[in-house]
């Protein structure tokens, strides 16, 4: 990692590198200085999820995300605009975070092609690997929560839709606070596919409340505001839900929000 930050800083011209930020999972993320503006170096071991995140932030050119400013693929690094004050929209209890989240999907729901990963095709890895995972996982939910996401994942992709650009992990700790903009999104892990599937990462998301009251508003509200299929929406939350939660700190919180969208 050293021998990264250290090429990262000679190919984008970095005057000065601070202290990483916290709360990173799978990258490494410095404020850094270049031409005496503060900006952020990101350096990712790239993998399917994290492979085209520059090419969506380029494709998005700061409308609703963060701005790209430089790209090092041979290293996985990615230099960005740094948001200020940068602080999360899971932690503004005044702001109407689906208000907010509307707004952005407005922006970021652009028409996209190549070379983005499709969501039918990451739909057909979650697919094939649903069942392994459940068993790995030491069978920790009722198997119908198994069948029926196979079942939405299996039937979703056949029907022709809107082949959008997707950011695929839009939840409460993915959004900054900017001078810019009130409210950017990073960490995109793009797919192109269906707009119902923009709300999959949001109705999950247990930070905005977890209920079933409460899962419901959302899919309910933000399919409304953004004239979105709410079927659609909730079977695509189903599907997603069940694929990342085998894995998840919190999967049982998942599983709880999966009962919840089939009573």
């Known amino acids: 990692m050293p021998g990264l930050v250290e090429a990262a800083r000679h190919r984008f011209g970095l005057e000065t590198i601070g202290q990483p930020f916290s709360g990173g999972y799978v990258s490494y993320v410095l404020p850094a200085k270049r031409n005496d503006q503060d900006v952020v170096l990101k350096i990712q071991f790239t993998d399917r999820e994290s492979r085209f995140e520059a090419d969506a932030l380029r494709h998005w050119s700061g409308q609703g995300a963060i701005r790209l400013l430089d790209h090092a693929p041979e290293i996985g690094a990615i230099l960005l605009e740094q948001c200020k004050p940068g602080r999360y929209l899971a932690d503004a209890p005044s702001t109407d975070k689906l208000g907010v989240l509307a707004g952005l999907l407005r922006k970021l729901l652009v028409p996209a092609g190549e070379p983005f990963l499709s969501l039918k095709e990451e739909a057909g890895i979650w697919c094939s690997n649903l ?62 596919g269906d707009p119902a599937f923009a709300l999959s990462p949001i109705v999950r998301s247990f930070e905005f409340g977890h209920s079933r009251e409460a899962a419901r508003y959302r899919l ?44």
């Not at 839709?161 to 993915?174: E, F, I, K, P, S």
């Not at 079927?231 to 998942?254: C, K, N, P």
């Open 131 to 192: 069942e392994a995972d459940w068993e790995t996982a030491g069978k920790p939910c009722d198997r119908r929560l198994v069948d029926i996401a196979i079942a939405a994942l299996q039937d979703l992709p056949s029907d022709e839709t809107a082949q959008v650009l997707l950011h695929q992990d839009l939840h409460g700790h993915n959004v900054l606070s900017s001078v810019r903009d009130p409210w950017l999104a990073i960490d995109p892990k793009p797919l192109v």
């Open 220 to 263: 309910d509200r933000l399919s409304d505001e953004l004239s979105l299929d709410r079927e659609r929406a909730r079977l695509w939350t189903i599907g997603q839900t069940m694929a990342w939660a085998f894995e998840s700190d919190y999967s049982e919180r998942h599983f709880e929000t999966t009962r919840w969208l089939l009573d």
